[in-house]
């Protein structure tokens, strides 16, 4: 099991082997196969359309999460 660096921090300290393999990446899922239908709705002036352009802008960023 290789762990992220988050998991392993303040717990078990990161063995040198490993410090350059370990990392994440972040994930948004929306589990609900209504989402891409409900996008375009009122011309895409809606909560999903927003919520969906915050987070992929956010993505798009160069810096990291914090």
Same mark, same amino acid.
């Given at each position: ?17 490993? &410090? ?7 994930? +948004?899922?929306?589990? =609900?196969?209504?989402?891409?239908? =409900?996008? &375009? ?7 999903? &359309? ?8 956010? +993505?798009?960023?160069?810096?990291? +999460?914090?």
């Amino acid at each position: 099991m290789i762990y992220v660096i988050e998991e392993m921090e303040g717990h078990i300290p990161i063995p040198e082997e490993y &410090a350059a393999k370990v990392g994440a990446e972040a994930v +948004f899922t929306v589990g =609900s196969m209504a989402w891409c239908g =409900s996008l &375009a709705h009122n011309n895409y002036q809606n909560n999903v &359309a927003r919520l969906a352009d915050n987070v992929l802008r956010r +993505f798009l960023k160069r810096e990291g +999460f914090q």
